[in-house]
Structures are given as structure tokens and as C-alpha cells.
């Protein structure tokens, strides 16, 4: 759904960190939120309208039902006019993750939608956020 929009570091099977831009956090919040506009992306890719079995695979595939302390650092970046993920999944999940002792930063773009406008979100400012947070735990 919006892999492309997010990018992990790993190494081995561990997270050590990761950068979200403006992306999914809860399946079935964002299909019963915005039914219109993304309900049709999460019935294809989970292949079918969010019922019985594809719900348990939306649950499943919601990374705020899998936060625990141990969870790697997070690093998201929304629009706060983005009008097809809402902020509130990525607001959610950065409160989970600080419930649970997880370092974890939200940095809210107050002129920016859903990825628009894309000077928003490679300008240098927030390729050096990019660089910091990534050095900051890679030297860990």
C-alpha cells in the first residue's frame, strides 16, 4: 500500500529503525475512515471487501497492533492536510509507541497533503531530519 513510502533499515531479522511518510498504521481504521477514497486499495490488496479472514490479514498486517517496547525507533513525517491517510494513524501509532518507551518523533507538515506538495518532503531540511535520525541510531 505505501511501501514505497517507507523506508526500513534492518539488519538480520531485526528493525533498527524506521521512517514513515505519511503511511498506513491501521488497515481497517483507514478502510472504515475513508471508504470512498482508499476502502477500494485495502480490498485489493487483501483481495476482497474487509470481512471474516481478511479482516484477521488487515489486523494482522497493522503495524500499531504490533507495538511493544521492543519495537524499533520511528521516525514519521505527515502532511497535515493529507486528505487520504489521515494524520491521526500516524498521531496514534508515535502515542503507542511512547506508551510503550519507544523513541519515536512525528514531524507534522502543516501545508502538506499526501505527499503533495513533494517539495515538502525532499526538501534539505527534511533530508537532514533523514540523515540525523539514521545516524543517530545506526551509531547505536
Known sequence: LHLLNTFVLFFNTFWIQVVSYYGPTHLQDLYLDQPNRVGW??????????EGERLQLAERGSPLLHVSSTSAPFLFV???KDDIVPISQSETMHAKLQEQGVESTLIVL???????????FVSKEEQS????FFNTHLKK
Open 129 to 132: 531530519r533523514v540523515v540525523e
Open 41 to 50: 486499495l485495502v480490498e485489493d490488496l487483501l483481495g476482497g471487501k474487509l
Open 78 to 80: 505527515h502532511g497535515l
Open 110 to 120: 502543516p501545508e502538506a497533503g499526501h505527499g503533495t506538495p513533494l517539495s515538502a
